[in-house]
């Protein structure tokens, strides 16, 4: 998220405001009026489910909607008039980087000077076609042909290269735009929900395909599908070209900000990128190629263009398509001690499954189900791999994995580096910082204690928070006592101490940033060789305001963690006791309300916190405050309620409030608000089977505010990943025969620990644009993603009826009619048991088994003995599915919702039984 400050730029980007609390008018006011354009010539076909046109001078597409909804437009057609220049791309558009023996690399591009097109013979299923060689460029050396086609009631796109030359040509780079209706711009939030679409790419190989969703989540959706030799290689960001940008033969002349990321390339071959531009990337998504054609040689490549009735009917639209569909379970992150599992569905068998780096994974045949061949994977080696999956026609699949280490070992990984490397304990700082635990630089492996951006060293905004967030959302399952009591240290001396205002009128409030620019009060300190003249380096005023309502739930988190702790650990809190947290968590959500109204009419990041305070002051008897912030909340959801999509930020549009708005919507029983919310969620939340990408809730200009290499970028596994991963367990609790739901939630919430390297310094995100590929230097603002991990961290044992039983983080086996599961999440603590509706929480104790009889529903539970710090287990019991039987623990004491069962020194066993 931006700071407040940022907020006129926004609306300055958007010309039209999306947010729901400004008058529209006042928004229009601003805006200079719109120039005029020549109209747009085209010609309209009906193919399949869906009516296309193409413009008739250069055949481009400039319009693709569902037959059966003339309204709305996968492209952006309603813009063509205004993108009709030299340098806009288009579907049927071509970038090419070529070279001869000997040569350098020449660039061409339909779209960079148009020149007239050559149009050839077209007429029953071929729709339109041209020799679009001249508007290519001067001097190349091939002829491109382009033609659309009616193949059986499918859109599809072609172009064929002839080598007309003397010599061979080595085709180096070679990109379809693929230009979607991305663009926020001109729109309210409405619009944009019902208008535009965000696409997201599986990047592999010829089994590659783009999904084209719409924001609100509803179909159909649009897949973008290859034809033979047509791999997805690489995913290239076109280039933009305006506000003063150079011209780029391979660019754009739309901008890419806030309101619209972009668009894209479908890209071939990348051999020629990988050889200039991103010679310094890391690792791409697989080994970039190049081809050559012969003295009158020639290739075809094309793409088609598809329905699928829903997002959730993607995979099923794939089989009916004859395209190879992978699914990997619990997703393609495998920590090193998790039994997953490959499920393969292809027309062709499979050749060979190779691993890349050899040996990083190992995936061994296992039998078959229902059409699908069954792979059990382990992972060898940390970090990136590949799995190529080579097919008997010689087509070649490849799934992106990431292997971790076992996720306990994880988790004490980044608590130790988080109060070590980044345990910042200076007295003589003149901000009072100390002791903190600030930014990290992994570049330079030292804290980041100053920077333009203020907050990004003043422990708030997201930025500054997430590194002392995420060192206090690891305790709440995985609490250290050393790591602990630094943490006490911090919220008294410093959260409590300085970032928030501890007496009179607004005691609670929370500032901006403790770091702020003023030579004047501290003469020397700054360093000369940084900007400090943006509106990024906050005065000492600005930086004190109360208004962002947005650090209220960092703060409000550190004070809950100890709550709970202190609560359920006896002996491990002693600053205070565990009354007092809860009493101040209390205290920060009224002073939000009270100082920063204006943002809370949004929901928040890590606003899921704010429930679980309410249910404990419920619990805790705490009646007063809990009917107090209840009236508060419930002010906020009714808002939400009367809003088509409640879903409104800072920015123009945002994934960042849709988890606070569901839980709280689901809170007040406003269930079909709930829905909607969800839906929206999978609009922007793919599952897709590639690490970076399944779970990978989007975002695209947090490393403006929070990273080291400041650009509008798509962002893996941004905080969005977890925190919207949230929301979706909780739908798919509610319906556990909806499977999707809890694919795309266990791949964000794992995706979201690829930020943390071998040595537990976790980064803001992974740069995805293929000159970089490698995770951010700055720890940033990670911090907010791994609280929606250790919020949400599960197992889940589910009984699909296509894929049989499944174990999501946790290895499973059968034995004489018992489902036997170990749970290796990264908590340890939750277990959701599908086929019971039973979720099974533990605010203290870990699990270290359960087992499951589907005949008679009997459930056991293993918990591991007893440390210093949890002498007993908290276990509490909930059913989430209707009609479900409730469970209960005889002969365990219940207090406040849950049952506290005694440990020991050995393993202890308990039966959970059914009502």
């Known amino acids: 998220m931006t700071s407040r400050a940022l907020f006129p730029i926004a609306l300055a980007i958007a010309t039209v405001s999306t947010l729901p609390v400004l008058p529209a008018a006042s928004a229009q006011e601003a805006q200079p009026k719109k120039p005029s354009y020549p109209p747009i010539r085209t010609t309209s076909f009906k193919v399949g489910n869906f009516v296309l046109a193409l413009r008739q001078d250069t055949q481009t597409l400039a319009r693709l909607s569902p037959a059966g909804e003339p309204a709305f437009d996968f492209v952006p057609g309603a813009r063509e008039a205004e993108r009709q220049a030299d340098g806009y791309v288009h579907i049927g558009d071509l970038n090419l980087r070529l070279r001869t023996a000997g040569g350098d690399w020449q660039d061409f591009a339909s ?60 085709i180096g780079a070679l990109g379809m735009p693929m230009v979607f209706d991305n663009i926020i711009s001109d729109r309210t939030l409405e619009q944009a929900h019902t208008e535009a679409s965000f696409t997201d790419p599986y990047i592999g190989r010829d089994a590659g395909y783009l999904q084209v969703t719409r924001l609100n989540g509803k179909g159909p959706s649009l897949l ?68 050559t054609l012969a003295p009158g040689e020639h290739r075809t490549i094309g793409l088609r263009f598809v329905q699928s009735p829903a997002i959730e009917k993607i995979e099923d639209t794939l089989v009916a398509q004859k395209r190879p569909v992978a699914i990997g379970i619990p997703g393609y992150v495998v920590p090193m001690d998790l039994d997953a599992t490959l499920f393969l569905k292809s027309p062709q068998r499979v050749a060979s499954i190779a691993s890349y780096p050899d040996g990083a994974l190992v995936a061994t045949a296992d039998g078959s189900i229902n059409g699908y061949a069954r792979y059990s994977v382990r992972g060898r080696q940390w970090g990136r791999s590949r799995l190529t999956i080579t097919y008997v026609d010689g087509s070649v699949q490849t799934i992106s994995y990431f292997v971790t280490k076992p996720l306990e070992q994880t988790m004490a990984d980044l608590g130790h580096f988080a109060t070590t490397k980044q345990w910042y304990d200076d007295k003589s700082d003149p901000f009072h910082r100390s002791p903190a635990i600030l930014t990290y630089d992994r570049d330079a492996d030292k804290i980041v204690t100053q920077e333009p951006r203020v907050w990004i060293s003043g422990m708030s905004d997201e930025g500054g928070a997430g590194s002392w967030v995420a060192a206090i959302s690891k305790q709440l399952d995985n609490p250290d006592p050393a790591e602990v009591a630094k943490l006490e240290r911090l919220i008294d001396e410093t959260v409590l101490g300085t970032l928030q205002v501890k007496d009179g009128e607004h005691a609670g409030g929370v500032k901006k940033s403790i770091f702020y620019y003023e030579p004047s009060e501290h003469p020397g300190y700054y360093d000369p060789t940084e900007n400090w003249k943006n509106w990024t380096s906050w005065s000492k005023k600005d930086a004190g305001d109360l ?138 939340d793919p599952t897709i089977p590639s690490w970076g990408y399944n779970g990978d809730a989007r975002r695209y200009w947090d490393f403006l505010y929070g990273g080291k290499v400041s650009r509008i970028e798509r962002q893996i596994h941004h905080y969005g990943s977890t925190l919207n991963a949230v929301p979706l367990f909780d739908a798919y609790r509610h319906d556990p025969a909806d499977l999707h739901l809890l694919r795309v939630a266990y791949g964000g919430m794992m995706g979201g620990i690829t930020n943390i390297d071998q040595s537990g310094f976790s980064s803001a995100a992974f740069h995805s644009w293929p000159d970089m590929m490698k995770w951010d230097s700055y720890t940033g603002d990670y911090g907010m993603g791994f609280f929606g991990h250790a919020y949400a961290a599960a197992t ?80 509490f019991l909930e059913t989430t599915t209707a009609g479900a039987k409730a469970y209960a623990l005889p002969g365990a004491a219940l207090e406040r919702g849950g049952y506290s069962v005694p440990l020991s020194g050995q393993p202890t066993t308990i039966d959970l039984v059914g009502q």
Do not use: C
């Open 547 to 684: 208004g962002r309502a947005y650090n209220y739930p960092h703060v409000a988190i550190g004070y809950w963690v100890l709550y709970r702790l202190a609560r359920n650990h006896p002996g491990l809190v002693t600053a205070h006791d565990w009354r007092w947290y809860l009493d101040h968590a209390t205290i920060t959500v009224d002073a939000m309300m009270r100082d920063a109204p204006y943002y809370t009419q949004f929901g928040l990041m890590e606003g899921d916190v704010f429930v679980d305070i309410l249910k404990d002051l419920k619990r805790e008897g705490m009646t007063g405050e809990a009917t107090k912030m209840e009236a508060q909340m419930k002010g906020r959801a009714d808002h939400w309620k009367t809003l088509a999509y409640p879903f409104g930020s800072e920015m123009a549009w945002d994934s960042t409030g849709q988890p606070e708005v569901y839980a709280w919507m689901r809170y007040f029983g406003y269930d079909k608000q709930a829905d909607e919310t969800r839906d929206a969620i999978l609009g922007y």
């Open 224 to 291: 973008v599908l290859p034809e033979k030799d047509t791999p997805l290689e690489a995913y290239r960001p076109i280039d933009v070209a305006y506000r003063g940008h150079a011209p780029n033969i391979f660019s754009d002349r739309s901008p890419r900000d806030q309101t619209s990321e972009g668009f894209y390339d479908w890209t071939v071959a990348s051999k020629g990128f990988a050889d200039k531009e991103w010679s310094k990337a890391g690792e791409q998504w697989n080994t970039p190629t190049s081809f």
């Open 111 to 170: 779209a960079h000077l148009r020149k007239p097109i050559a149009a050839l013979k077209s007429g029953g299923k071929l729709l339109a076609a041209a020799d679009i060689t001249a508007s290519m460029g001067a001097g190349i050396p091939l002829t491109v042909e382009r033609r659309w086609v009616n193949e059986g009631g499918v859109p599809a796109l072609r172009f064929t290269l002839i080598n007309r030359s003397k010599a061979p040509v080595e």
């Open 796 to 875: 889940y044992l589910v009984k699909d009826p296509t894929l049989g039983w499944l174990g999501f983080g946790g290895n499973l086996s059968e034995a004489t009619g018992v489902e036997h599961i170990v749970p290796k999440d990264g908590a340890r603590s939750r277990l959701f048991i599908a086929p019971a509706g039973l979720w099974i929480t533990l605010e203290a104790g870990k699990i270290a088994s359960a087992d499951y009889a589907p005949a008679t529903g009997k459930i056991m539970l293993t918990l591991d003995p007893a440390d210093a710090t949890t002498p007993q287990a908290r276990v």
